[in-house]
Every structure is written in C-alpha cells, then in structure tokens.
C-alpha cells in the first residue's frame, strides 16, 4: 500500500467523497425601475392629459407685434405724448433753436393752464400764417409761454410786464427769473383777455411773434405743455 494514499480503514475519508467548495449564491439584479400610473378607482374615467399648446405661425406672430406696436405709437402720440422741434430762436435762453421737447397732451383735462406754462399750439390765422383778429387757427405750430390768463388785463411799460385783475385795479409788476433781457421791449397794450383765452409770449421778446402781434390764444387752439427737452442730449431737462 502507498503510505502516502490515505488509508480509508483508519478513518481516512476516501478522494472521491471530500465535501466540494461551498460558494454564495449570486445576487439577483433587480428590475429595472418603470415609470407607472394610478389605476382609475373602479367606476371612475381615467385622467385626461391636457391637450398641447399649438405653436402660432411666426409670421403671423411678427404682423401682431407690429400692429400692437404702431397702436401703441398712435394712441401715444395723438392722446399722451408727442415730440416737436423748436423751429427758431423765439424762446431763447429757455429754449435754443433745433432743441426737441416733449409735449404732455392730456395736462389740461385735469386742470386749467397756468401762468408760466410753455405750451404748443396753433395761433389764430389762416394757413401757416399767424394773423391778429382771425376766427380760425393756423395750421403751423407755435411754442410760447403763457403770461395773461383770462379775465385779466396785461401791459408792456417801462421795460416790465403788468398783470392787472381788472383795468387799472389789483395791478402788479410780473416777475419771470427765466428771461435775460427787458421783459418788454416796446410798450403795449392794456390787452383785456377774454374769457376762456390767453396772453402769450415768447422768452426772447426783441423778436417772438406773439399776442402783442396776433391777440389772444384760444384755450381750443392749445395742443399740450412741454414738459422736457429730449434733445440734444447735453440739454436733457426738464421745463
């Protein structure tokens, strides 16, 4: 007998009966995770998807920007607020000659105008011609300040302006910070404003075209009030 073989009468266990290598049974992979959905409680309908937003035709998208737009433009300029080019030097130093401003076109729906106020507006004539005792406004554009207001008599003497309650009753001498020359050149008037118009003129008054030449301005003829200059951009301000 080989000593080296196991001997199976001395307790040896025999080859062919050695217990084999115990190994671990591998782990199952779970499923993959699915996306689910409630099921509808019995008797009820299942849940409606909302129905997808329909793209809108980017043309026609454009032509509907381009409408709201020039809607807004037109109710804004013809209703709020509309821009105009000072054409000469009749409001100097206020006003410079190629500024641009702003006209507020709605102010006077909530108040009367004011003393002091620059406002545009069309003066009595015919045309593009300002003419004095005309029943009709002029097509072109004026900018001048309002000095009289209605019911009131103004004068040009001695160098000022007078603002008179009634003829010659409750007179005073106009005080305007904003000129910077002789607030009348030449003597004028006593002008008696009517009722519903006004006296106006412009800053520079050696040469302003205005109620001392034409008479008085309507309140219908008044277009709005400047509010601010917009151009040049080193003369941004407000009036």
Not at 14 to 35: I, K, N
Not at 54 to 69: F, K, S, W
Not at 197 to 217: E, K, Q, V
Not at 219 to 230: E, V
Request: aromatic share 8%; charged share 20%.
């Amino acid at each position: 007998m080989n000593p080296a073989e196991p001997d199976p009468a001395a307790g040896g266990a025999p080859l062919d009966r050695v217990p084999a290598e115990v190994t671990q049974p591998a782990p199952e992979t779970p499923p993959a995770a699915t996306e689910t959905f409630p099921l509808p409680e019995p008797g009820q309908a299942p849940p409606v998807q909302p129905p997808r937003k329909r793209q809108m035709n980017p043309v026609l998208e454009l032509v509907l920007i381009l409408a709201a737009a020039l809607g807004l433009w037109y109710v804004t300029n013809g209703w709020i607020v509309k821009p105009y080019r000072i054409p000469s030097a009749s409001m100097e130093p206020t006003l410079q000659s190629g500024d641009r401003v702003l006209v507020n076109r709605f102010i006077y729906r909530f108040h009367d105008p004011r003393r002091g106020d620059i406002i545009v507006f069309h003066p009595p004539g015919s045309g593009d011609q300002a003419i004095a005792g005309a029943s009709t406004e002029a097509s072109v554009y004026f900018i001048k300040r309002i000095i009289g207001l209605p019911g009131e008599t103004v004068e040009g003497r001695d160098g000022h302006v007078e603002i008179c309650a009634k003829p010659n009753v409750g007179c005073h001498i106009l005080k305007e910070p904003y000129l910077t020359q002789t607030a009348a050149p030449t003597n004028f008037g006593p002008v008696r404003i009517p009722a519903g118009h006004y006296f106006m003129m412009g800053d520079n008054r050696a040469i302003s075209d205005d109620s001392r030449d034409w008479g008085t301005l309507p309140r219908s003829y008044i277009i709005g009030k400047a509010f601010a200059t917009y151009w040049p951009l080193d003369r941004i301000r407000t009036l």
